[in-house]
């Protein structure tokens, strides 16, 4: 209790819907096996609390996007359970990916060069990934330096590659035609390396309506996202809950906030709680957004503020706002896509903009642990 009260909000992270939500994927796109993709903190769920979670439930590929991220969860997984660094390789950084055991994602001839110029200096094999771009333009080689790679195998020497991928553009619209060219750019790309894995799929892409090659790497959908614009998401892995720290009546006529944005256009109750823009929580909902308190929606009134929010609870029975009295803001009436959509974004930028401040309990098996306090 000593630290209950001493964080704005408290952040639940349900570790059992986690490993549904693993569970799901992994039925609904086999014989194709799930990676879960940590990159971001594990989506600002915490990258290392998600790998070993997701470990106990067989996960057996990891992926991140930078290396840095992969230095700081490599430890926490088994050594034979590869990491993929999507992000590649940026010059000079061949040795240090190979001296954790990383594998890059290998998006260049030129990155190709370094890396096989490293395995021949450290005379061993070295691990990769081959990203090629079937159409997204952002990553990966090109249909022309897959042609090179074709004709010029030895390029590759010293180089064991364990999988070949692409990312979809459209992978969240279910009727975009440009998912059906992208599969059939990705498999005219890859029949040149006919033995390897093939990965191709997001979240996105799991729900599309064709098989998923050999390994999804399933972010977003994993931590209760929407995967496909309109489906409804897996579980709910957060909720966010804040406490009313303290309320007021005020005039009709008066303003509330910074720049005195909302008005009351009434004699109005306004209660604030101790979570901002700081917090993650968009400063673009200013006056937009709403939280709920006892499942009645509230709206906001004024700006987000860098560490509260001001909320209009008129209309809300006077015995339910009191200080300490509980406020959702992401939970069973508001996900983390209605959020989102309120604020013009979406959800992933929800999730990896969460806050460092808040109290994050882990709920397993409806059992509540507290991780760990801010202030503690
Ligand atoms: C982020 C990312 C993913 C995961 O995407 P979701 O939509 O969250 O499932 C997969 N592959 C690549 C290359 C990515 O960058």
Same mark, same amino acid.
């Given at each position: 209790m000593q630290c209950a009260d001493s964080a704005g909000a408290v952040l639940r992270i349900d570790l059992d819907a986690l490993t549904e939500n693993y569970r799901a994927l992994q039925r609904q796109v086999a =014989?194709?096996?799930?990676?879960?993709?940590?990159?971001?903190?594990?989506?600002?769920? $915490?990258?290392?609390?998600?790998?070993?979670?997701?470990?106990?439930?067989? &996960?057996?590929?990891?992926?991140?996007?930078?290396?840095?991220?992969?230095?700081?969860?490599? =430890?926490?997984?088994?050594?034979?359970?590869p990491l993929f660094v999507l992000n590649g390789l940026q010059p000079g950084a061949e040795a240090q990916c190979a001296a954790i055991g990383a594998t890059p994602v290998l998006n260049s001839l030129d990155q190709i060069e370094r890396w096989s110029a490293l395995a021949h200096r450290m005379g061993q094999p070295l691990p990769a990934a081959l990203q090629v771009d079937s159409g997204m333009a952002r990553l990966g080689l090109p249909p022309e330096e897959v042609a090179v790679l074709a004709d010029q195998p030895e390029r590759l020497a010293g180089i064991d590659v364990r999988?070949?991928?692409?990312?979809?553009? &459209? $992978?969240?619209?279910?009727?975009?035609?440009?998912?059906?060219?992208?599969?059939a750019n990705f498999e005219a790309l890859t029949r040149h390396f006919p033995d390897v894995p093939r990965s191709l799929d997001n979240s996105g892409g799991s729900f599309l309506p064709r098989g998923h090659f050999d390994i999804v790497r399933t972010g977003i959908a994993l931590y209760g996202g929407v995967a496909q614009t309109g489906a409804r998401p897996l579980r709910a892995v957060v909720a966010l809950e804040a406490r009313i720290v303290q309320v007021r009546t005020i005039a009709a006529g008066a303003g509330v906030g910074y720049g005195l944005t909302h008005k009351c256009e009434r004699e109005s109750r306004i209660a604030t709680i101790p979570v901002g823009y700081a917090d993650g929580w968009p400063r673009h909902l200013s006056n937009s957004g709403s939280v709920f308190i006892a499942g009645i929606r509230v709206p906001i009134a004024g700006r987000v503020s860098m560490d509260?929010?001001?909320?209009?609870?008129?209309?809300?029975?006077?015995?339910?706002?009191?200080? $300490?009295?509980?406020?959702?803001?992401? $939970? =069973?009436?508001?996900?983390?896509?209605?959020?989102?959509?309120?604020?013009?974004?979406?959800?992933?930028?929800?999730?990896?903009?969460?806050?460092?401040?808040?109290?994050?309990?882990?709920?397993?098996?409806?059992?509540?642990?507290?991780?760990?306090?801010?202030?503690?």
């Open positions: =014989p194709a096996s799930v990676a879960a993709v940590v990159k971001a903190d594990g989506y600002g769920i $915490g990258a290392e609390l998600v790998a070993q979670t997701l470990l106990k439930a067989n &996960c057996r590929h990891f992926f991140v996007a930078q290396l840095g991220e992969a230095i700081a969860l490599k =430890p926490a997984l088994p050594a034979d359970v999988l070949i991928m692409s990312h979809l553009a &459209c $992978g969240d619209e279910l009727d975009s035609a440009f998912n059906a060219q992208q599969t509260s929010i001001t909320l209009d609870v008129t209309h809300v029975p006077a015995e339910l706002i009191y200080p $300490g009295a509980a406020v959702e803001l992401i $939970g =069973p009436h508001q996900t983390i896509d209605d959020v989102a959509t309120d604020a013009g974004t979406i959800s992933y930028e929800i999730l990896t903009q969460l806050g460092r401040r808040y109290r994050r309990e882990l709920v397993v098996a409806e059992r509540v642990d507290q991780k760990r306090s801010i202030m503690a």
